[in-house]
């Protein structure tokens, strides 16, 4: 069984000789500092050098896919925002929002005609990378994170409370311009789309607004996915208890939870596949006899895809990761 299909497998529900072991990408990065070098372009702007760091991350760490960006800043570089496009120590990030009313920045944003090379180096890494054996991931930072990566959280968050309808349009009009890049990866040659919405979590939306603003962006992201055939992980950041139920309507093929999340409680609510969730902070400290003993209780708490419960740091030693993903290749 190749890795792909081991994955693809497992994202349609069907039985597999062992979980899979990956690191998506996006926000999920594991091209750190270690992996990086050798590469002397940067990694986030240069296709050559995306491409290789995304291989080194599978042939050297033995994660069991090919992932692209290795930040959260792609989507909304077009929108006016000024970015730090990182190094090998650091990832990309935002250095300063589009201060204009959200408004503006729909009337004055054209998908079509805006220059985004990073995206579009992006879209042609997936077609370097495209392949028979090894499962590439495309990554989508998630509506509500975006729109907050846009503008100013409190800005947006202060919207929700005091002008619903005007925030509500404004995290539409991003979630269909993710939808777009989407599909644009897929026709690149993505075999998965992972969604990761760390801004959209239970704690800091609450309940109400996550149902009333994240999930009627999912669905519609997800039913676009499914119209052509693409299978859709989501990772959510936090603590799920409040919007567990919210999160089993989802019809994604995976969902990817926090490492504070049980997994066992988890698994007895959620109706999909579980990917997740040995905690970042392990991985960067270790030791790795823990790591090991954290792997093997993932897998035996039901989850379906072994992977890293969320951003791993650049500094994060090759060998923790590399203890994490022997561990799940031993467990046949």
Partial sequence: MTQKERLLKILRGEKVDRPPVICPGGMMNAAVTAILEGIKANHNTDLDAM??????????????????????????????????????????????????????????????????????????????????????????TGPISTATSVVDPLKLFRML????????????????????????????????????????????????????????????????????????????CGDTKNIIYSLNLLEANALSFDSMVNMRFVKSKINTRLMGNISTLLLQNG?????????????????????????????TPVENLKAMTECVKGSI
């Fill in 161 to 236: 409370k005091k002008q619903p309808e005007r925030a509500y349009k404004f995290i539409e009009y991003i979630n269909d311009y993710l939808i777009e890049y989407a599909k644009k990866m897929v026709k690149a040659g993505a075999d998965v789309i992972t969604v990761s919405d760390p801004t959209a979590t239970g704690e800091i939306l609450g309940k109400r607004n996550f149902d009333k603003f994240a999930m009627p962006m999912y669905t519609k992201f997800l039913k676009v996915m499914k119209d052509i055939d693409t299978p859709v992980i989501i990772h959510i």
């Fill in 287 to 315: 030791p790795l006899e823990k790591i090991i003993s954290f792997t093997k209780n993932a897998i035996d708490s039901g989850v379906d895809i072994v992977s890293p419960a969320c951003g791993l740091d650049m500094s």
């Fill in 51 to 140: 491409v290789s760091a995304a291989i080194k991350v599978h042939e050297i760490v033995g994660f069991e896919n090919y992932g692209v960006p290795f930040c959260m800043t792609c989507e909304s570089e077009p929108f006016g925002v000024i970015i730090s496009e990182g190094d090998k120590e650091n990832e990309p990030k935002i250095v300063e929002y589009n201060q204009s009313d959200v408004e503006d920045i729909m009337e004055s944003f054209d998908s079509e005609s805006s220059v985004n090379l990073r995206v579009q180096t992006v879209i042609e890494a997936i077609g370097r990378l495209k392949n028979d054996k090894v499962p590439v991931i495309g990554n989508i």
